[in-house]
């Protein structure tokens, strides 16, 4: 089965900008996930969606951070305005349960 | 807030040896424990998991023990190899649709 597609793999901004990330998980997974990593750290869930539904947007920065999943596949990932801080990969994953997560590459971003 | 504590954060390996990164957890709802290996550039890929009714899955190389009362799992990679030279996480979840929560992860390298 095709993998959990991402893009870009990588982006450059400078801080203040806003930058958007997109997803296409494995056909037929109801859940998908958005991760973030910084450098040298375990993923850092972000959001969870269930279909096109939030079940866990928890830890997302809400002043900066926004997600959707349209028609209950796809997803947009955007940073509004972006901080240096921000700079990490972005993941995002896919599964019909939290027993069988299948992650993307990643989108890389730097913000300077 | 629900954690996970792996250590070590790095470790080096002889091609051959058997490499032991160990984990522990506090929420005693968490149900599943995989392990994940990541190669640079990747998204993070399942490698083994166990759930908590047993205490030792093999599969291969690779080989987690599981200690319910101590509330701490491991990895054994036996008989390492250069190509097992990755970053490893180790994870947690309460199953169902539920989110893992990640370890921060131990880079290993097996020196030829």
């Known amino acids: 089965e095709a993998g959990v597609a991402q893009s870009p793999r990588y982006k450059i901004i400078e801080k203040r900008q806003s930058v958007a990330f997109w997803c296409n998980p494995i056909s037929g997974h109801a859940t998908l996930y958005w991760y973030q990593q910084i450098l040298g750290q375990g993923p850092k869930l972000l959001i969870q969606?269930?279909?096109?539904?939030?079940?866990?947007d928890s830890q997302l920065p809400k002043d900066r951070f926004s997600a959707e999943r349209l028609k209950g596949v796809d997803s947009t990932l955007k940073i509004q305005p972006a901080k240096l801080e921000d700079s990490a990969v972005y993941l995002c994953?896919?599964?019909?349960?939290?027993?069988?997560?299948?992650f993307g590459s990643g989108t890389r971003l730097t913000v300077v | 807030q629900q954690q996970v504590k792996q250590s070590p954060q790095s470790l080096i390996v002889q091609k051959g040896g058997i490499s032991i990164i160990n984990c522990a957890y506090e929420n005693t709802a968490f149900d599943y424990f995989p392990w994940y290996q990541q190669f640079p550039g990747k998204g993070p890929a399942l490698l083994i998991a166990i759930r908590p009714d047993v205490s030792e899955k093999k599969e291969g190389r690779f080989t987690i023990s599981f200690n319910k009362s101590a509330k701490q799992f491991s990895l054994h990679i036996m008989d390492s190899q250069p190509g097992d030279s990755a970053t490893y996480f180790c994870a947690a979840s309460m199953g169902g649709y539920s989110t893992l929560t990640f370890g921060k992860g131990t880079m290993l390298l097996v020196s030829p």
């Open positions: 994953a896919s599964s019909r349960s939290s027993y069988g997560y299948t």
């Open positions: 969606f269930q279909n096109n539904g939030v079940v866990d």
